[in-house]
């Protein structure tokens, strides 16, 4: 083999080395973007009814797994009475009832529909039972919606 043909050989190995890296470094990045953007392993909702079935209030959550929850989400609707100066609460709760996680939103006056959305930003010590948004009405309970965390 000639000078030329081993110097001709050792540049295109380098080329293809060169491109190698960048493919992979390609790919990593490519991975770790992927990876860094949370997928919902599971989704479940729920909805009771409120005011003789004139409204309702419901939850919504996603999560990873029965510990790392991504959002929930409680919401109600009364388009006919409207619920006077509301508070939703949104809980997570395990196996025997206990309270894990929990987030509120209140507003004023006389509202026909809200909803509250709350990113869950803590891993629960334990596996979440069911999630359940809770409706008050100027600072009295009026009912409760839950759904399991099946995943």
């Known amino acids: 083999m000639?000078?030329?043909e081993k110097q001709n050989r050792k540049t295109w190995r380098n080329r293809l080395t060169r491109?190698?890296?960048?493919?992979?470094g390609a790919g990593a990045a490519l991975a770790t973007l992927v990876s860094a953007t949370p997928a919902a392993a599971a989704a479940n909702s729920g909805c009771t009814t409120i005011q003789n079935s004139t409204g309702v209030v419901c939850v919504n959550w996603n999560a990873q797994t029965p510990k790392y929850l991504n959002t929930i989400?409680?919401?109600f609707e009364?388009?006919?009475w409207g619920v006077g100066n509301p508070r939703v609460e949104v809980r997570v709760l395990d196996a025997q009832n206990r309270e894990m996680f929990k987030r509120e939103r209140s507003w004023g006056g006389n509202r026909r529909s809200e909803w509250a959305e709350f990113e869950v930003t803590v891993l629960m010590p334990r596996d979440a039972s069911r999630v359940c948004a809770v409706l008050f009405e100027g600072g009295g309970?009026?009912?409760m919606a839950c759904s399991p965390v099946i995943t």
Not at 19 to 24: E, Q, S, V, Y
């Open 19 to 24: 491109r190698g890296l960048a493919l992979a």
């Open 141 to 143: 309970y009026m009912d």
């Open 78 to 80: 009364s388009p006919v």
């Open 2 to 4: 000639s000078l030329q």
């Open 73 to 75: 989400r409680g919401s």
